[in-house]
C-alpha cells in the first residue's frame, strides 16, 4: 500500500527566508506525486505535480519541488517566502493508471510566516 | 475554471441524527471522492466513485454510506451521526485514470466542517 509522511507538523519562517517542507512516500513503482496547499477556510489547490521526466517540477505562486528517487522523497521549495505563504500543505501519491485515480495523502505541514 | 461545490460549509447535528452531506462538480469527471480531514492525520480517504451508481470503499468507510445517482453528484450520508464523527468533510473529483483528459489531479470542493454534539 503506498503512504506518505510529511516529518514537520509545523513550520515557522520569517517572511523573505527560503522554505522547505518534506516529503516522503512508500510506493512500489514510480507515483505520480502532487503537492497541495490549503489556506484558512479554504479546500485545496494544487501547487504542482510530477509524472515522469524532468525531476525538479515548477509550480505557481513561485514553488518548485524536486523528485529524488533513490530517497523516495518529493520536497517542496519556494526561495522567498511571503506572508500570503501561511497555509497548511500537503504531499499526496497516486498510483499511475489506477482505477479512480485515488491520491494517499500525508498529515500535512502547518506553515507561519513571521514579519 | 473547475467548480466543485459543496452544500453545506457548517452544519452542527446531534448524536444519532442522519447527515447528508452534497457535492456537485461542473466538469463532467468521472471520478468523485470524500476525504475526511483531522488535524495531524491529513485527508484519509472514505468512498469514492468512478461511474454512476458505482461506488468503492476508501481507507475509512465505517459508519459512512455514498451514493451517485447522477455523474455530476456525490453524496455522503452518515446514518447516524456520532461524536468522532466531528470533521472536516473534502469533496473532490477528476477524470478517468488513463483517459485523453487525465491529469492525476483531483479538484476540491472548500469542504464542510461538521460538527456532533
Known amino acids: 500500500a503506498q503512504s506518505v509522511t510529511q516529518p514537520d507538523i509545523h513550520i515557522t519562517v520569517s517572511e523573505g527566508a527560503s522554505l522547505e517542507l518534506r516529503c516522503n512516500y512508500s510506493?512500489?513503482?514510480?507515483?505520480?506525486l502532487f503537492w497541495y496547499v490549503q489556506s484558512p477556510g479554504q479546500g485545496l489547490q494544487l501547487l504542482l505535480k510530477?509524472?515522469?521526466?524532468?525531476?525538479l517540477v515548477q509550480g505557481i505562486k513561485g514553488f518548485e519541488a524536486e523528485f529524488k528517487r533513490s530517497q523516495s522523497s518529493f520536497n517542496l521549495r519556494k526561495p522567498s517566502v511571503h506572508w500570503s505563504d501561511a497555509a497548511e500543505y500537503f504531499c499526496?501519491?497516486?498510483?499511475?493508471?489506477?482505477?479512480?485515480?485515488?491520491?494517499?495523502f500525508g498529515g500535512g505541514t502547518r506553515v507561519l510566516v513571521k514579519p | 475554471d473547475v467548480k466543485v461545490t459543496q452544500s453545506s460549509r457548517y452544519l452542527v447535528k446531534r448524536t444519532g441524527e442522519k447527515v447528508f452531506l452534497e457535492c456537485v462538480q461542473d466538469?463532467?469527471?468521472?471520478?468523485m471522492f470524500w476525504y475526511r480531514q483531522d488535524p495531524g492525520l491529513g485527508l484519509r480517504l472514505i468512498y469514492f466513485?468512478?461511474?454512476?451508481?458505482?461506488?468503492e470503499k476508501g481507507d475509512i468507510p465505517e459508519g459512512y454510506s455514498v451514493s451517485r445517482e447522477k455523474k455530476e453528484r456525490f453524496s455522503l450520508i452518515l446514518e447516524s451521526a456520532s461524536t468522532n464523527q466531528t470533521s472536516m468533510y473534502l469533496c473532490?473529483?477528476?477524470?478517468?485514470?488513463?483517459?485523453?483528459?487525465?491529469?492525476?489531479?483531483?479538484?476540491f470542493g472548500e469542504g464542510s466542517r461538521l460538527t456532533v454534539l
Open positions: 473532490a473529483s477528476s477524470f478517468d485514470a488513463g483517459g485523453a483528459l487525465d491529469t492525476g489531479e483531483l479538484f
Open positions: 510506493y512500489g513503482a514510480t507515483p505520480y
Open positions: 510530477y509524472f515522469s521526466g524532468d525531476t
Open positions: 499526496a501519491v497516486g498510483a499511475p493508471w489506477a482505477a479512480g485515480n485515488k491520491l494517499t
Open positions: 466538469m463532467d469527471h468521472e471520478n
Open positions: 466513485s468512478y461511474d454512476v451508481k458505482m461506488k
